[in-house]
């Protein structure tokens, strides 16, 4: 019987740094349309497009029932964080924000694993 003990390998991305994927899951406030909220998006996309540390936004929505998410990969957990922060007073950002029912948002802020 091997009785010994396997050790597990290095991860050799573990000295690499750590990009930072933003997940925010929210619903429109009730009577806002699709087509009202796509036609702030760009003001938020120029706000991301400025932001250091932005890599890349991708807007995912589920039309049977309302849901949307949006999904932004930031170069680090700084950068995620201080975009958020800025993003609360942007006037780029303002309008899409409006449309956005505050009781049923969820951001997270995950790092990259592997």
């Given at each position: 019987m091997n009785t010994s003990i396997a050790h597990a390998k290095p991860n050799p991305y573990a000295s690499l740094p750590r990009k930072m994927t933003e997940?925010?899951?929210?619903?429109?406030?009730p009577g806002v349309s699709d087509a009202a909220f796509l036609g702030a998006v760009?003001?938020?996309l120029r706000f991301l497009h400025a932001q250091r540390g932005f890599i890349s936004h991708r807007l995912l929505h589920d039309p049977a029932d309302g849901r949307w998410v949006d999904l932004v990969e930031w170069a680090s957990r700084l950068s995620a964080e201080q975009a958020a922060h800025a993003a609360k007073?942007?006037?780029?950002?303002a309008p899409a924000f409006e449309l956005i029912d505050p009781r049923h948002t969820t951001l997270l802020h995950l790092d990259t694993a592997i």
């Open positions: 997940i925010v899951l929210y619903q429109l406030k760009p003001g938020v007073s942007s006037p780029d950002c």
